[in-house]
């Protein structure tokens, strides 16, 4: 649960990012019960988890959610510590560079010097202690001048799903330069990038004051920052939501990586005033059902012998290896098969493999396009 706060002088606020759409863990998530509000990995959802682990650093108090209208009440609900006029509904999917800059132009004009922390909603991390250290360490950069900080993962193996960090010398003992942001590398690109030793995968997770990103995205996204700074300046108005749903759909639909990162890192190393913390607490974006599996199996959390991970009401398990089960409410056997995820909800089966889970996306969208709302 949540903890006094003791660690930091900074004046620090962590923005956690929980818009999302509820596909990759479908059918457990839809729309409005999206992958944050679900609790995947213990008693509590993957928000409420996120705020809990950031309590030594910030109070309830100094966060702020971003996220949309189909989740809000849930979340509001999950996390009552927060202040509620702090759960912002984004009224159109923007991706995360409006949701971010919106964050720094709204706090700018309350207190420009502090330090944001993007967090997304829905991570895992194995030693909070340790993220502790590195958030600390992260947030003091920050606010030592104009510098972004990004924190990166030694990569485990060449995955093309991630974003990647090149990066350069040291500016003191473990803090790097930042070279150059390449998004989603295809399979030879990400093979040759984990030979190189220099890249780290991009965590999602970004340390920079209010100052330092609303001005990146004044430089950046020329169009989009004047929208932005409108709906800040009419935040606490009684005309804010008309405000927010008129000039919100008008800002480019663009991630952080793309907006700010890329265009700054060319600028180069020793003139970006880009960072990178390595993040070696164990990290985990939980991006899949196999991810999931492979997180559990880790933990040895629901598992057997046979390296069979079943969440359910019990379970027996004759010649079968490696599989994925949800099926709470019921007792499964499992006979003679491998590698399989199966997800059973009230009006849903999952039956896949985990090497295919990463497309379970496509099936939310076969779903809309033949009319199947409820399902989704």
Partial sequence: MLRKVTRLTTDFRPIILAGGSGTRFWPRSRKARAKQVLALDGERSMIQRTVDRLAPLASPESCWVITNDLLSETICGQLDVIPEDQVVCEPAARNTAPAAGLAAFLIERLAPNAVLGMFPADHVIADEPLFLEVIERAVALAAAGENMVVLGVKPTRPETGYGYIETGSELR??????????????????????????????????????????????????????????????????????????????????????????????????????????????????????????????????????????????????????????????????VGIRDLVVVETDDAILITTRHHSQEVGKIVKELAANGRKELI
Avoid at 210 to 224: G, K, S
Avoid at 256 to 278: N, T
Wanted: one cysteine or more.
């Fill in 173 to 334: 003992e473990g803090v790097l330069r930042v070279r150059r942001f390449t998004e989603k590398p295809n399979q030879e690109r990400a093979e040759e990038f984990v030979a190189a030793g220099n890249y780290h995968w991009n965590s999602g997770i970004f340390i920079w004051s209010a100052r330092t990103l609303a001005n990146a995205i004044r430089e950046h996204l020329p169009d989009t920052a004047p929208l932005l700074e409108e709906i800040a300046a009419a935040y606490g108005q009684p005309n804010f939501r008309e405000v927010f749903a008129e000039l919100y759909p008008k800002c480019e639909n663009i991630s952080v990586d793309y907006a700010i990162l890329e265009p700054r890192s060319a600028k180069g190393e020793h003139r970006s005033q880009l960072y990178c913390l390595p993040a070696n607490f164990g990290w985990n974006d939980l991006g899949s059902w196999a991810a999931l599996y492979e997180h559990q199996l880790e933990l040895r959390a629901n598992t057997d012998k046979h390296a069979n991970v079943s969440e359910s009401a019990g379970s027996l398990a004759l010649d079968a290896h490696g599989n994925y089960v949800y099926s709470p409410k019921k007792f499964v056997a499992l």
